[in-house]
């Protein structure tokens, strides 16, 4: 089974509809993130969280909200979903890293493609 | 903060070395230089990491240039399995900030 799983891995929906994307981990990790990948863009921060009590906007923060509602599990919400949410959506986690074996390093899912009409 | 340049694009032949450079002329001094590669289809992974001196794992080496405004990530032979896009990226030592991805190189290689 996958460290990082992210349900759906593909979504088609219709303008003004609310979207969840869920994202749970195994990897015991205290801290998720959701990056967004557009083609040509590279990946863009959405959201993150370093704790279970702490959420913080990253570049691209309009128009989504997360919820993290345990340490394993971080989710991503459009609350009205435009067309130009379409994307491909990534969650990941990681350590706090700088300490020993701590690394730091990103452990990323297989991905959610989100196409909204 | 510190940001990286890369060049949008490069190619190489099978089985030959591949240098893929990386400009951070702003890094910091507790800034560890980290490097990411996105096959298709698949969501970034790790592929190495180092502060100040040369580094070198199973998949790649890191050569950091003696004032650390710049680095090369080194794949000693490249196969078709490496053509992918390659992220360098700034992280701060405190971890307190996330890692932030710029657009990173396209790697094709040529058999």
């Known amino acids: 089974d996958a460290d990082v799983t992210q349900t759906p891995r593909n979504r088609i929906t219709k303008t003004g509809k609310r979207i969840m994307l869920e994202c749970s981990q195994t990897?015991?990790?205290?801290?998720m993130y959701w990056y967004r990948q557009d083609p040509g863009l590279g990946l863009r921060l959405i959201y993150y969280?370093?704790?279970?009590?702490?959420?913080n906007k990253g570049e691209i923060s309009d128009g989504y909200s997360v919820s993290r509602q345990a340490q394993a599990k971080f989710s991503l919400s459009l609350e009205s979903a435009i067309p130009n949410q379409t994307a491909l959506y990534f969650c990941?986690?990681?350590?706090?890293?700088?300490?020993?074996?701590?690394?730091?390093?990103?452990?990323f899912g297989e991905g959610s493609r989100l196409t909204v009409l | 903060d510190a940001k990286t340049t890369q060049p949008n694009s490069m190619e190489s032949n099978e089985e030959e070395p591949v240098h893929l450079p990386c400009n951070h002329s702003t890094i910091s001094g507790t800034d560890y230089i980290h490097w990411y590669r996105q096959l298709p289809s698949q969501g970034p992974e790790y592929v190495i990491h180092?502060?100040?001196s040369n580094v070198n794992n199973r998949m790649a080496s890191l050569a950091i240039a003696e004032d650390r405004k710049s680095s090369t990530l080194i794949l000693h032979r490249a196969t078709l399995r490496d053509a992918a896009v390659y992220y360098c990226i700034l992280r701060r030592s405190s971890g307190n900030t996330p890692l932030v991805f710029g657009k990173g190189t396209r790697l094709s290689v040529i058999a």
């Open positions: 180092g502060l100040t």
């Open positions: 969280s370093f704790d279970v009590k702490d959420i």
């Open positions: 990941a986690t990681s350590d706090k890293g700088g300490q020993g074996t701590l690394t730091g390093e990103l452990f």
């Open positions: 990897k015991g990790h205290d801290r």
